[in-house]
């Protein structure tokens, strides 16, 4: 058994229209999900799951949700060598509510382009949700959006940032081609 906290307005998104996305989950990886709507609690019971593996994918799903993913993006968190990576606003800026409210206005960017670009260039979900941004992808994908929004957290110049993404999208066909 696994207990999982997430926040009570994402609560509607876990379940989905008519309990699909709960079952969804629930059938791809056979454990059963008691959601507490007035607590958040999630609590995730894996005794007729027949891979332990799977128990801590689903997590991450529910976890991913939680952060603001969509119900697709995070079952994407199902397929082997997929990791779901949070970063807490808060470490680089403290208690002070003002400045992470405009590093998350940063990476996020004007019309969303910040967070487009990084999720193009890196191959990568990115979704910046309360104090947290949080990703999805392979490796070698996290690696290189984790290091674009460190950047901006540290105050780098967007273009920079995008130049750094440019650089580093060769590494992920490099990867791939391995892989075939």
């Keep these: 058994m696994y207990s999982v906290r997430i926040p009570q307005e994402r609560i509607g998104v876990l379940v989905g229209k008519n309990g699909e996305t709960k079952f969804e989950i629930e059938r791809r990886s056979l454990v059963t999900l008691t959601i ?18 799977m128990t801590l994918r689903t997590r991450d799903v529910i976890r991913a949700i939680g952060r603001g993913f969509s119900p697709q993006r995070a079952f994407r968190l199902f397929d082997t060598g997929t990791y779901l990576e949070v970063i807490e606003l808060k ?33 990568s979900y990115v979704s910046i949700y309360g104090d947290t941004a949080a990703l999805i992808g392979d490796y070698i994908q996290n690696q290189i959006s984790r ?11 967007h273009s920079t940032v995008y130049k750094y993404l ?11 081609l391995d892989s075939v």
């Design 36 to 53: 507490d709507s007035s607590s958040g609690d999630v609590t995730i019971d894996d005794s007729q799951a027949t891979d332990p593996e």
């Design 91 to 123: 470490d680089f800026t403290g208690k002070n509510s003002k400045r992470t409210k405009t590093v998350r206005a940063r990476l996020i960017g004007t019309g969303g382009k910040t967070r487009r670009l990084i999720e193009e260039l890196s191959e």
């Design 147 to 157: 290091e674009s929004v460190m950047m901006i957290l540290r105050g780098n110049q």
């Design 166 to 176: 440019e650089r580093r999208r060769k590494d992920i066909r490099l990867a791939k």
